[in-house]
C-alpha cells in the first residue's frame, strides 16, 4: 500500500507576505497608512497645565463662592453657569493634554 500524504489543514497555497491579494492588501500597499506623529510633536504647551487647573479652581470657587454669598452681589444663577461653563471647559481642556 502507498502511503499518501497527511493533510495540512491549509485550503490555499502559502503565500508570501509581500504578495497578498484581493482584499487583504496592506495598508502600506493601499496607500491608506497614515506615520504616527513624532513624539516631539505631541507636546502641550507649558502653560496648558495651569490653564487646566485654573479653569478646574476658578469654576469651583464660582460654585462654592455663589453658595457662601461672598461673591459681589447676590446670589445668582449666572455665577452657577459661569462656574459650570468653567468646569466643563476645565474638562475638555484636559481630554487635550498631552
Do not use: C
Not at 5 to 25: D, E, F, I, M, V
Not at 52 to 77: C, E, H, K, M, W
Not at 80 to 98: D, E, N, Q, Y
Request: proline share 8%.
Amino acid at each position: 500500500m502507498a502511503r499518501t500524504q497527511k493533510p495540512t489543514g491549509r485550503a490555499a497555497p502559502k503565500t508570501h507576505r509581500g504578495t497578498a491579494t484581493g482584499r487583504y492588501l496592506s495598508s502600506e500597499q493601499t496607500g491608506r497608512y497614515t506615520r504616527p506623529i513624532p513624539k516631539d510633536t505631541r507636546r502641550s504647551p507649558r502653560w496648558f497645565g495651569p490653564l487646566v487647573i485654573g479653569l478646574l479652581l476658578l469654576g469651583a470657587f464660582l460654585l462654592v463662592g455663589n453658595y457662601l454669598t461672598f461673591l459681589p452681589g447676590a446670589v445668582s444663577p449666572w455665577y452657577l453657569v459661569a462656574g459650570f461653563v468653567s468646569i466643563v471647559a476645565g474638562f475638555i481642556a484636559a481630554t487635550k493634554l498631552r
